[in-house]
């Protein structure tokens, strides 16, 4: 059957890149096991808790990598077992027999690998031995590669999202007026997520006060590249963890929606856009559109991953006491497909921000059209010290500007508010000074100094993006798959 006869997760095949979509892999995902399996053996040999031997280690080493082949010993087991686990050692046993007999000893399907969300902790936990038939256990082998695949997705996403921010830090003609004032504040947005998911993925040491097995655990968190136990377990980490990290990316595709309305409107009012290759395409019916796709794609999925976190808080409110398995295939799905949406956000926001257009002479026209009502509050401080009522003034001056407003909006003419008041004796102690106060520069705040003072030298952005300033700056602006 050809692939197009098939449904494919447009998700990962036309929005995720392939560095994201090779951790969450089905081989990258089996062949985790199988090193976890590995792991577990050499610990255990180097404890000498059971006995294992250099051949049988030896055998894993030459077959972690699953080949198409074992995949499908793994399905046509699977469909007779009902067991993922069960299914994909019978298959390391075909590849590697002389370790058959001794692969997930002492271990459940979970083989725990923990993250402990209040100490910003990934946590190994693998009592490794069922001992004096206590519940020394080791949780499924699945968990621990969950985690894995979670490590490495947070690792490769921080860079990306680091990278976005420094491109709105770049001083272009993005920054002219208040639109500066404005990327800044997306900025300040996303460096909060981008402090959310370093905390997510941050690394810390614990220690318990057991003896080989708590060794074991140190060996197999070393490993596989992780620092520390969970103090406590069931048959897997708690799923609280997904929780979090859950909630963190979520917050994420919040701001990316928050950005991209932003964008969309200014779109629409002409005064920024979208990078545009030549060849692209707004409309099939309406030849001249420039529609802000990228934008428009990013609040599509942000919506997606903005409410992904509801799955994973039902999964962790429902678990029956230790574990029960209604949690493996929603998070079979929902754990890849938030870091897919994550990484295919960071992809559009690259592009964006590295190719956004502002459009000075749209910003001085619109500017130019609302000044004379911006500035009427200037008028009235200016007529309050000659005496003049500031209620008079006030009622004065919304009247002309309903006029001015039904002339605009009814009779398509231009905005005409200085011209009335300078025909209007009420006003004629400030007519000389009416053009004076029409300077935009009087009206955009801040604006600059906050942008300079964000993204400066000394700002917050250029310390919080030092350990990512060589990607940031070397790395290539992504290109969207389609």
Not at 50 to 79: G, Y
Request: proline letters at 3%.
């Amino acid at each position: 059957m050809a692939k197009y006869d098939e449904y494919e997760s447009p998700l990962a095949h036309r929005y995720a890149s392939y560095e994201i979509k090779k951790i969450f892999s089905p081989r990258e995902r089996a062949s985790t096991w199988r090193k976890l399996w590995l792991w577990l053996h050499e610990a255990v040999k180097e404890l000498d808790l059971t006995q294992i031997t250099d051949k049988a280690i030896e055998a894993n080493w030459s077959n972690l990598i699953v080949s198409d082949e074992a995949f499908q010993v793994i399905a046509a087991e699977e469909r007779v077992r009902r067991h993922d686990v069960m299914s994909a050692i019978f298959a390391l046993e075909k590849d590697a027999p002389d370790a058959a007999g001794i692969i997930h000893i002492g271990a459940t399907s979970c083989y725990e690998l923990n993250y402990d969300p209040s100490t910003s902790s990934f946590l190994f936990f693998s009592q490794a031995l069922i001992a004096d038939g206590d519940s020394n256990r080791v949780s499924k082998v699945t968990d621990n590669a969950d985690l894995i695949f979670m490590r490495d997705a947070l690792g490769l996403i921080l860079p990306k999202l680091a990278k976005v921010i420094h491109n709105l830090s770049q001083p272009r003609n993005l920054f002219l007026y208040s639109v500066g004032r404005r990327a800044a504040q997306w900025a300040q947005d996303l460096v909060m997520d981008l402090d959310d998911i370093e905390y997510a993925s941050f690394m810390e040491i614990f220690h318990g006060d057991t003896s080989k097995i708590d060794r074991l655990n140190e060996i197999l968190c070393e490993k596989a590249g992780f620092e520390a136990c969970y103090d406590i377990s069931t048959q897997t980490y708690s799923r609280k963890v997904d929780l979090s990290i859950a909630n963190t990316l979520s917050a994420f595709g919040a701001s990316a929606i928050r950005i991209a309305t932003d964008i969309r409107h200014l779109a629409h009012d002409k005064v920024l856009d979208e990078p545009h290759e030549a060849t692209q395409t707004g409309s099939s019916a309406m030849s001249y559109r420039m529609n802000p796709m990228r934008s428009e794609r990013i609040c599509s999925l942000g919506r997606k991953l903005s409410n992904i976190s509801t799955n994973f808080s039902d999964t962790f409110s429902n678990q029956w006491l230790e574990r029960t398995l209604d949690d493996s295939a929603i998070r079979r799905i929902d754990i890849p497909e938030m870091f897919l949406l994550t990484d295919a956000l960071l992809i559009l926001l690259d592009d964006i921000t590295n190719g956004l257009v502002v459009f000075p002479a749209m910003v001085r026209s619109q500017i130019e059209q609302e000044i004379p009502f911006i500035a009427t509050e200037n008028i009235i401080m200016k007529l309050v010290p000659r005496g003049v009522s500031r209620q008079e003034a006030h009622e004065r001056i919304r009247v002309l500007s309903l006029e001015t407003i039904y002339a605009v909006k009814m009779e398509g003419g231009k905005n005409n508010l200085i011209e009335r008041i300078k025909k209007d004796v009420f006003f004629k102690p400030i007519w000389d000074e009416l053009d004076c106060l029409l300077d935009h520069k009087l009206f955009i705040g801040r604006s600059g100094e906050i942008f300079e003072r964000y993204f400066g030298t000394d700002g917050p952005v250029t310390g919080k993006l030092e350990k990512y300033r060589d990607f940031a700056a070397f790395t290539a602006t992504a290109t969207l798959p389609v």
